[in-house]
């Protein structure tokens, strides 16, 4: 198996480093496993000229020539995906299979896109003789993107998809935790053909790196998936400069249990997804609210499904749930227990920190949460769920719909009149009913409310990254 790689910026085509740089940490074992070079103002400075001189090239590379080198690049990494997905399990935490099935998914991610960038059609608006009227969409710039640590990979894909496809040059920093994902895109797309300066990487203290990057006037969009409270603070500073924003933002996700479904069923399926990537997802399915006739029957069988979940190493082969991916995180789940317990909540698995070294986490399962819980308002990010009893569709609908966030939500029920109650209800970007897959490549993903702005993904996913621009052409001076 390969070791863990040397770390760069990716600057204008070249790679380098730097005298500062940042420890990267493997969650499960504490141990530092790399040296993160750390960008200051002259990288800065010398990516936002690449990018210049990207854009100015990229713009107009024929779009079919763009999603060749994109198709190029998805094949390498689906080649490399042994040694991506190593990388990623050493950084993040999570099982190996789960890193590799990443992997694909963001080389699928670039192979949509690439399809997309020959589909940015524009239209022709009737008009009388000898003028046209003519519709074209035209990439936005350079655009400044900031990807998270949850998923190294498959996050700064989606951003420099986007950006690839539509003509756009693009300066991601990505996670300083998870490093290596970032690094392992931009060394295919590199080894792709493409020209420099279309992407450039950079990592060092986020906020140095947004403050410098989104006041400038090159940048055009600015692209963000993280915590609600940082997107404010982005898109505040992003207005200044009438900058628009792509915001993909935090979720709390509701589960909605009907009376008529098959609840073994749904309690396994909803267990073992909200163990998936340690719960560290925007979209997790969080808060379940079960009708009462079911609640006991799916309360019993979640609770057995998570307390069986099997957590460790991510490399050690049968592991389901590998540690949190930082510490913060581990104070952060303790914290909402507590609360929770202290205000009335039945703790029916887990609650604690495992073991002294790594940062593990217990699946937890809190039942009869009360409504002044903390975690009842605020995204715990961790393996831990909330089960509670509903009188009504209309009271799980209510209740799906009190918290500020809007990204993901889902249902379990056979009935079409329960469905379709739900289609109207719920407040969220990606409704999902009896399957708890919140988005693929093909389908647009993004939030309301306090979930953010703006959709990656599907025909929409291209939208944000490009311009409208009308052309008026007479053929005679009117
Ligand atoms: P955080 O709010 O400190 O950081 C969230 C992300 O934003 C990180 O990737 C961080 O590097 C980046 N960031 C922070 N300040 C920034 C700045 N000024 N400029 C640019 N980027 C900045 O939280 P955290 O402890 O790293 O993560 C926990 C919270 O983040 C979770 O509660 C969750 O809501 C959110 N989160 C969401 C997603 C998602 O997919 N939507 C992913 C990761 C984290």
């Not at 749930?321 to 703790?347: C, I």
Request: one cysteine or more.
């Amino acid at each position: 198996m390969t070791s863990y790689p040397d770390l760069r910026l990716y600057i204008g085509g070249a790679w380098r480093t730097t005298t500062d740089d940042l420890p990267v940490v493997n969650p499960a074992t504490e141990e530092v496993i790399g040296r993160l070079p750390s960008a200051g103002p002259q990288d800065l400075d010398d990516a936002l000229g690449a990018a210049e001189k990207g854009f100015a090239i990229w713009s107009r590379t024929a779009p079919r020539d763009r999603a060749d080198v994109m198709m190029r690049a998805a094949a390498i990494m689906r080649d490399r995906q042994d040694e991506i997905a190593h990388s990623i399990t050493l950084e993040h935490g999570k099982p190996y299979p789960q890193a590799r099935l990443e992997v694909i998914r963001g080389a699928e991610f670039f192979e949509w896109d690439a399809g997309e960038a020959v589909r940015t059609y524009g239209r022709v608006i009737p008009s009388g003789p000898g003028v046209d009227y003519i519709v074209h969409h035209q990439p936005i710039g350079a655009v400044a993107a900031f990807s998270p640590w949850n998923f190294p990979m498959s996050q700064p894909a989606r951003k420099i998809a986007g950006a690839i496809a539509s003509g756009c040059s693009i300066i991601l920093k990505a996670a300083e935790e998870t490093p290596a994902g970032a690094m392992h895109i931009a060394r295919a797309f590199h080894d792709a053909g493409l020209p420099a300066g279309v992407l450039n990487l950079v990592f060092g203290v986020p906020a140095d790196i947004s403050g410098y990057l989104i006041p400038h006037d090159s940048i055009r969009l600015i692209a963000f998936t993280g915590s609600t409270d940082v997107g404010r603070h982005l898109t505040t500073l992003a207005s200044e400069h009438m900058t628009p924003v792509l915001m993909e933002l935090g979720g709390h996700a509701p589960v909605i249990v009907c009376e008529d479904t098959d609840v073994q069923a749904a309690a396994i399926s909803g267990a073992v997804r909200k163990m998936r990537n340690a719960g560290q997802v925007c979209t997790s399915p969080t808060r379940f609210f079960v009708h009462e006739q079911v609640f006991d029957e799916f309360l019993g069988h979640f609770t057995d499904r998570a307390a069986a979940t099997v957590v460790g190493d991510g490399l050690e082969a049968g592991v389901e749930m590998g540690p949190l991916a930082n510490d913060r995180r581990v104070g952060a789940l303790a914290g909402f227990v507590d609360d929770a317990r202290a205000k009335g909540a039945d703790v029916t698995t887990g609650g604690s920190r495992l073991g002294t070294r790594g940062y593990f986490f217990e699946p937890t399962v809190l039942a009869n949460v009360p409504d002044d819980a903390r975690v009842m308002q605020e995204e715990p990010f961790g393996p831990l769920a909330i089960v509670n009893p509903v009188a009504s569709l209309d009271e799980a609908i209510a209740q799906a719909n009190s918290v500020p966030y809007g990204l993901a939500a889902y249902g379990f029920t056979n009935r079409s009149d329960y469905a379709n109650r739900m289609v109207e209800g719920v407040d969220a970007g990606n409704l999902s009913i009896n399957t708890l897959e919140a988005s693929l490549p093909e389908t647009p993903f993004g939030g309301v409310k306090s979930s953010g702005y703006g959709r990656e993904g599907g025909t929409e996913g291209l939208h944000h990254y490009m311009v409208v621009k009308n052309v008026s052409h007479s053929y005679t001076i009117v």
